[in-house]
């Protein structure tokens, strides 16, 4: 059932920052172009893109009569704006027509104890998005975490939803591995692995998981949605989409 439609598990992302210089912006506007189309043609969950893009997006998708869902990032990559700079971002993404929302949790804050802090951040952040009907994700950036602040973290994001949502509002809220931003050393991930995507299952439930960061191939997406995830965050689509089509 699963592997019958790769896509519709799909988060296309594309987050690169263009530069200053006129033909880095032609390029960040050639590469969001071709996103576009693709997820069109390919009909994907969800692309995943910068906040200043989205009015582009949601306007094409609307005037192609296409279901394809915009998401984008908030506070990214670090989450330390604070949550008043959240809720700000969130708002006006939400006003250009955002129907998903990612949003980098203070994990910096987290690390260092401010525990209520990052707690009212996740019940204000996701107040606003269930109040318009959006999808929530909470990433948590696992590269920055040890085993024991992976499980913590994620627990507190499924105490907060639980205690302050509806039930029927939980399938809305998901725990997100990654940035894919976080700078490591040499070899090390910086995003999904086996082993934190599993920490992250464990303890999210009633929530719903998101892997993404370094997933490349569609033996790792399958791998991981056998593994229990609801979405892929992939900047690797049409390789995963193109294998999917001969394997299935």
């Known amino acids: 059932m699963v592997m019958k439609k790769i896509q519709d598990f799909l988060d296309a992302t594309y987050l690169k920052v263009a530069g200053v210089d006129e033909a880095s912006i032609k390029e960040d506007l050639l590469l969001l172009d071709e996103l576009l189309q693709d997820a069109l043609s390919e009909k994907y969950k969800c692309v995943m893109i910068r906040p200043c893009h989205v009015a582009k997006a949601k306007h094409y998708f609307i005037h192609n009569k296409s279901q394809v869902l915009v998401g984008t990032v908030i506070d990214f990559p670090f989450g330390n704006a604070g949550v008043e700079a959240k809720l700000k971002e969130a708002a006006e993404v939400i ?12 994990y910096t804050a987290f690390k260092n104890g401010l525990i209520s802090q990052v707690k009212n951040e996740v ?14 994700k909470w990433i948590i ?19 907060v939803v639980v ?40 303890n999210a439930t009633p929530l719903n998981v998101k892997a993404s960061g370094g997933v490349k191939t569609f033996e790792e997406a399958v791998f991981y949605l056998i593994l229990g995830v609801k979405r892929i965050g992939t900047s690797s689509q049409k390789q995963i989409v193109s294998i999917a089509k001969h394997r299935l």
Do not use: M, W
Request: some cysteine; glycine content about 4%.
């Open 123 to 136: 019940k204000l952040c996701t107040e606003l998005a269930l109040k318009h009907n959006k999808v929530v």
């Open 141 to 159: 950036e696992t590269a920055a975490l040890n085993d024991t602040e992976i499980i913590k973290i994620t627990t507190l994001i499924k105490k």
């Open 163 to 202: 205690r302050y949502f509806k039930e029927t509002d939980y399938h809305k809220v998901f725990v997100k591995t990654s940035t894919g931003f976080y700078p490591t050393q040499a070899g090390v991930s910086n995003g999904a692995s086996p082993h934190v995507v599993t920490l992250i299952l464990e």
């Open 95 to 106: 006003e250009n027509g955002a129907d998903e929302l990612d949003f980098v949790i203070d």
